[in-house]
């Protein structure tokens, strides 16, 4: 069985690596439609989608674009709707996704992520470069961020899809997050020891 991977639970991965185990291996539910940034995000994602359907972000030069993508690719082991998928006058492709956040002057390593999946998986469908994705922070008058990726930050996020697919193939109960803050607010914090 091909087991493809979203760009979520990437990122729930980074944020503790029980959570792979806990969802894949022993099919517990986090219940994250019961959380308000959860709430909040995909309704300013399905908002966005409306408003802005044939806006073409010319400034970055955008020549075409396809919202609400969906991708998927086995050999990546990847799945995952991308926001936007950019045509560029560069010849490159692009991930644009929106985010329910304040901008905060650095870069989030999840963020930064999930754009490179996002682009791993443009990448692999469409059979163009992507070189860098984009982030617009919706709580900081939509302000669109750049991320440039290297191979480098590309290989990183195969050697994590690796590392999740050991976890749900042998079924590895991995170490938990070092940070206990984190712990706190985890659904799976009573059962995990």
Do not use: W
């Amino acid at each position: 069985m091909k087991i493809c991977l979203t760009p979520s639970e990437i990122i729930a991965y980074l944020y503790c690596p029980r959570f792979i185990y806990f969802t894949f291996c022993l099919g517990l539910d986090e219940h994250e439609e019961k959380r308000f940034k959860v709430l909040k995000g995909r309704e300013v994602h399905k908002d966005k989608t409306k408003i802005n359907k044939a806006y073409l972000r010319k400034r970055i030069g955008v020549t075409e674009k396809e919202a609400e993508v969906y991708l998927s690719s086995e050999k990546l082991h990847l799945r995952g709707i991308v926001d936007e998928v950019l045509m560029l006058d560069d010849g490159t492709m692009a991930p644009l996704d929106y985010k329910f956040a304040e901008y905060k002057q650095r870069e989030f390593k999840t963020y930064k992520t999930q754009s490179l999946a996002y682009g791993m998986l443009i990448s692999e469908n469409y059979n163009r470069p992507v070189r860098k994705g984009f982030l617009v922070y919706t709580r900081s008058k939509n302000k669109l961020v750049d991320i440039e990726f290297r191979q480098k930050d590309i290989d990183g996020v195969q050697k994590i899809i690796e590392e999740m697919l050991l976890i749900i193939q042998k079924g590895f109960y991995p170490k938990k997050t070092s940070s206990k803050a984190k712990c706190d607010d985890c659904a799976f914090r009573t059962i995990c020891v």
